[in-house]
């Protein structure tokens, strides 16, 4: 019973610090699951806790979504991924980076 409570406690305070910094909860959460589960059922509770991690951050956060960044890198992303064939190059997905994606680029970048 009390490895429930140690696993809940964990899981909470591990989503809260993900709010902040946007990654490493399959990173801490999977080894505290892997301690007291075997590791296929702490692989999925981790992905049970990422997915209902990210619902709520979802949630949370709808309201200040700038819409048109979030059209302007998801739905080329979306159209790019349907429409790749299921043998990919990485190479050459790299190197055929659309001009609008490589001109937002940061200057820095190497496109």
Known sequence: MI???IIGVVAALVSALTLFSGFGLGTLLMPAFAVFLPVEAAVGATAVVHFANNIFKASVFVRSVDWGVF?????????RTSARPTSVDPVKV?????AWFASAAPAVSPW
């Open 3 to 5: 490895e429930h409570v």
């Open 71 to 79: 059209a302007r890198f998801t739905l080329p992303a979306e159209a």
């Open 94 to 98: 790299i190197l055929s980076t659309p």
